[in-house]
């Protein structure tokens, strides 16, 4: 579907809509931006409850539609429903991820550095300290991450840091001469 008058589309409408990706759904419109043919939908708009889904859909991957009814003002203030303790939370959760991911990730270091963290990582815990892999808050792996660089900790958690290691420089050079 290519040409589309703003009546169509108008806040409101009760639509079933068919897409060129093969999914079938009803909604309403909540909004109609013609710059971008984004369509701004509401599903389960027959669904009791405060919750619905909200879809932005291409109006290019329209199959076809047909025209249901009129709805409610979508929009209605009185009538929304957002939980902004719920958004808060959930807000504060994906900041603490995005914030424990990009520890994860060594500054100015290696990919083969970043790869050794990272194998060690699934087994144990570690951190970097700049360019140093901090493993069980003990032991330190320094540059060029071999056995040899580990330094610190327990003689046994020494030990299996540098028997994971000359495990992962095993498994990198088997990756790198089999490419």
Do not use: H
């Amino acid at each position: 579907m290519e040409a589309y008058n703003n009546e169509e589309f108008a806040v409101g409408c009760i639509l079933s809509i068919k897409t060129t990706l093969g999914d079938e759904f009803e909604a309403q419109v909540i909004a109609f931006d013609k710059p971008s043919n984004i369509l701004v939908l509401q599903e389960g708009v027959s669904a009791s409850g405060p919750k619905r889904d909200i879809r932005l859909l291409k109006a290019n991957y329209i199959k076809e539609f047909s025209f249901l009814g009129q709805g409610q003002d979508p929009l209605d203030t009185n009538k929304c429903f957002l939980d902004l303790n719920s958004l808060q939370s959930r807000e504060d959760s994906a900041i603490r991820q995005a914030e424990i991911d990009a520890e994860r990730f060594g500054v100015g270091v290696t990919a083969e550095a970043q790869t050794i963290f990272d194998a060690l990582s699934k087994t144990l815990p570690v951190r970097w300290d700049k360019t140093v892999i901090v493993v069980m808050n003990e032991v330190r792996v320094n540059s060029p991450y071999r056995p040899e660089s580990v330094t610190g900790g327990t003689p046994a958690a020494n030990e299996r840091v540098r028997k994971v290691l000359v495990l992962e420089r095993k498994r990198l050079q088997t990756r790198n001469t089999g490419q």
